[in-house]
């Protein structure tokens, strides 16, 4: 049962009013919450919201001109479900996972019905005739494809002897690969999107996501498997940043979507993604991402479901035993949608009109993130990144906070910085990592003892800075005391050396763990070598006009592995920095 169904269920019912993408039907017995339903003579995809008796409520996710009282209305079944398989990979879908290529205009009718062209996959079966498997068993590898490896698994809920299993060779996507108990299993499967797919429980250990930018590695990390959030206005590095983490984030698969913004920024940014090159495969990044699109244009309910439709496809390709990246730009835009649903259907309003449920629908969409051995025994993460654009930068304001409750790291970007051309604009001191404490323990396990007391001796020297600026604004900087002077010189390295990144620099667009590691403690050292010639009796200014170029310029002229050649960067300017005298 899925989104492509046609034929009309049991239930039939008749239209009585229709306000903008809702639909209120009556005639529907026996019809449940979040059935879906189809609507007129156009059959309109739409999914039931509210029940009271035999009258329903309904939203609908296409264009509802034409639509009139009396037109029949039909409640199938089941949940409203996306149709899921393997070649999702390299396509651009609506908020439905309907094909863009291939569906209508959106103010047509009728998407739901249209598929793409059949596709084909070169298979290599994994198991025997007459084995038991269970759910999450990997049937068959697919080959003839770039990373990442994919897999047919059995589908939840499937279990028995394996009856029958195809032979090496080419299949359409809607041939059975094998068949368990009396169930055929393809490589297609239907999945609905407000329920999370099952798995045989959470990892319990923590591996840090890691995205190659050094302020949010070092400074604010998230574990795979956790959720992130940016929070940032117009004009402040948001979907640069995405990109960035789309490129070089620690994840097998990426679901990119596409939530509510404009029409042609989504395309300078599907054409943008298009134009990148994948490092791991040297091919096109898009061969490995699913891009959702569903923009301020088109029909506002699909946008509500687009995030859980985005997570479904994440829980599926993590059942492969894959890492997958959810990349939603932006929930404000879905919060938006659903403030506008809750308007229609009379809900009472709460902060700001949105309705009440808000914190928990931001919940339910969070929880889906995890590490998980999946029902087959294999490792799978989904990890969630998204964005807030608060109206105003008002970071208070009910998305924004309630997002903040949720997500277990928060990178708020700052206008200033970004003004300044200081990119990525992330405000270290707005933003917060709930899983610095479990990445700690990944880095002291895996050869770094000292990660973590890197990371608070940085933390401790930015917030002194950020309290001697306040003072030395109002007296000026040569009123300071030579160590504080010295502070705030090493403050301003850190800056231009850690937290400052250019996504155009082949360098420097992407930061191995070991380089980030050298490069902060480059930094420290340096800081160290300030403070003792301080305490010799060397005047501020002096150490203020020493040539710091060396060490900023080496995150730019070294590889961006080759930690060795900015530790002797470091030994450089630390040796000629100790030889000023007095």
Known sequence: MDLTATSPGSAAGRVERVHGPVVHLSGLTGAVRFEYVEVGDERIPGEIITIDRDRAVAQLYEYTGGLAVGQPAWALGHALSVRLDPGLLGGIFDGLLRPLADAPEFLGHGGHRRRTAERRYEVEPLVDVGATVGPG?????????????????????????????????????????????????????????????????????????????????????????????????????????????????????IIYVGCGERGNELADLIGELGELSDPRTDRQLLDRTVILANTSNMPVMAREASIYTAVTVAEYYRDMGLHAVIIADSTSRWAEARRELASRTGAIPAEQGYPADLPSSLAAFYQRAGAVVTSGGHDGTVTIVTSVSPPGGDATEPVSAHTQRFVQAVWALDRDLAYARHYPAVAWQRSFSRDSGPVARWHAANGDPDWAARRARLQSLLSEAERLQNTADLVGLTALPTEERLTLAAARLVSDVVLQQSALSANDAFCTLAKQRSL???????????????RAGVPASVIEQFDFGQLVRSKDETAPDDADGVDGTARTVVGDLRRLTP
């Open 137 to 253: 068993r990997r049937l068959a590898a697919l080959r003839g494809r770039p990373e990442p490896q994919l897999y047919v698994v059995v589908p939840p809920h499937v279990e028995g002897m394996v009856e029958s299993v195809v032979s090496a060779g080419t299949i359409d996507a809607s041939d059975t690969i094998a068949t368990v108990g009396t169930t055929p299993v393809t490589a297609i499967s239907n999945w609905p999107i407000r329920t999370p797919r099952p798995h045989a429980g959470r990892r319990h250990d923590r591996v840090p996501f890691l995205t190659g930018q050094r302020v949010l590695d070092v400074l604010e990390p998230v574990a795979e498997g956790s959720s992130a959030t940016v929070i940032g206005g117009f004009g402040e590095g948001k979907t640069v940043l995405l990109e960035q983490l789309a490129k070089w984030g620690a994840a097998d698969v």
């Open 520 to 534: 902060v403690q480059a930094v420290l050292d340096v800081h160290e070598a300030m403070q003792e010639l301080g």
